[in-house]
């Protein structure tokens, strides 16, 4: 799609096609299925830690996965890999209901990982980066809003199937979505083929992406590069330590089952708000500049949730929603507007690994750092550290020059 034929229809027919399946991969892989977590406790009688380690064979797994299914969409094309993913997810989610041991649960999750690399958060980047130009950034906030909107719709979704029919039967009825997502995808998604320039330059601007384009090798010389990979891995920590165990949190502070997954929905709707205005406010004004500021605002709000008192908990989650979903726009815009669309899904792939390293350990080790010590408020004091960090990194996040691009 290029700038004369880009009308705001048209970008906004892909920008929510990447939300829908972002509410569908992430909704029923991270965020949605929290919900079937204390009637899997009170089934099996697993301790919390022994629950997350899925989390963490999921996350570590597709990191490390990401650079290669990266590889493959460069080469074949995102919408392949998207249609393979959603398949998978629904296969996924059906064995879910007939899991006996934690063996089960881990190989699920495991191959869950394959799943979302070929069908997540990158590839929709990279499918709606394609195919918009001049409202890239209020297109790529719209996608990826979808992966909080999966944490409003999903819960709600699998909150009365649950109360019905048991968790169980729940997933089998909700494996039916991906197959739903992944019909509209094939009918609506067509591939782009780009024209291959014969310039041997590593960076040069491109006409059809309208971005500056630097190639793989390159990237990984640039200081931004790592910035973003570090930022990374300590931002991840801290949301899905959060996310993981929000709802466990939330019961131990007294919430009823009702009452903590309307307020699990609650901040996942904060959060899809944030990340809607952030990506319409980087077209206007410095995203580097937002960045820094959305991390600070998580990292307060995380303050207040370590502190473990049912009365700042609303004040809390507001903070930390507001910052994550404006973050994680700015994060996912920064990568493309600095090193383009090309070497996306390689370049993108490296950075998901420390994302994905970051995510695991943080859902993984909230929860056993709450095993170890009663209560979920150190794990959340570590994760205000992180943020600490993660803020002081983000100085590095800046504009490639024309200095770094030629040495």
Known sequence: MTKKDESFIKVLGV???????????????????????EAILNEFGWTKSQLKFRDLVNLIAASFIMPFVGAIIDKYGVKRMMIIGLAMIAILYYLYSLIQTTFHMYAIHFAFAFAVSGAGTLATIIMVSQRVTKYRGTAIGIAI??????????PQIGKPLLESFGWRTAFQYESVLPIIVLILLAILVKPIKYKKKTSGKDVKKDEETGL??????????????????????????????????????????????????????IFFAI???????????????????????????????????????????????????????????????IIITTFGVKSA???????????????????????????????????FWVVVVLLCIAFLVSFFIKPVTSTETTS
């Open 212 to 265: 500056v384009e630097i190639k793989f090798a390159q990237a990984l010389k640039l200081p931004v590069f790592w910035a973003i990979c570090f930022a990374g891995i300590f931002c991840f920590y801290s949301i899905m330590g959060i996310i993981s165990n929000l709802f466990l949190y939330l019961r131990e502070l007294n919430f009823s089952v009702e009452g903590a997954a309307n307020a699990f929905s």
């Open 145 to 154: 809003a979808g992966t909080s909107a999966g944490g409003i719709i999903i």
């Open 271 to 333: 959060i899809l708000v944030a990340k809607l205005i952030s990506g319409v406010v980087a077209e206007l004004i410095n995203e580097h500049m937002l960045f820094k500021i959305q991390v600070a605002i998580m990292a307060l709000g995380t303050v207040g949730i370590a502190m473990n008192s049912t009365s700042l908990v609303w004040p809390s989650l507001i903070a930390v929603g507001i910052g994550w979903g404006g973050l994680y726009t700015l994060l996912n815009y």
């Open 345 to 379: 899904g390689k370049i993108g792939g490296i950075i998901s690994v420390f994302e994905g390293v970051g995510s695991g350990l943080g859902a993984w080790l909230t929860g056993v750092i709450s095993d170890k010590t009663g209560d979920y408020s150190t794990s």
């Open 15 to 37: 920008a929510v096609l990447g939300a829908i399946l972002l509410i569908v991969t992430n909704g029923l892989t991270f965020s949605g299925i929290t919900i079937f977590d």
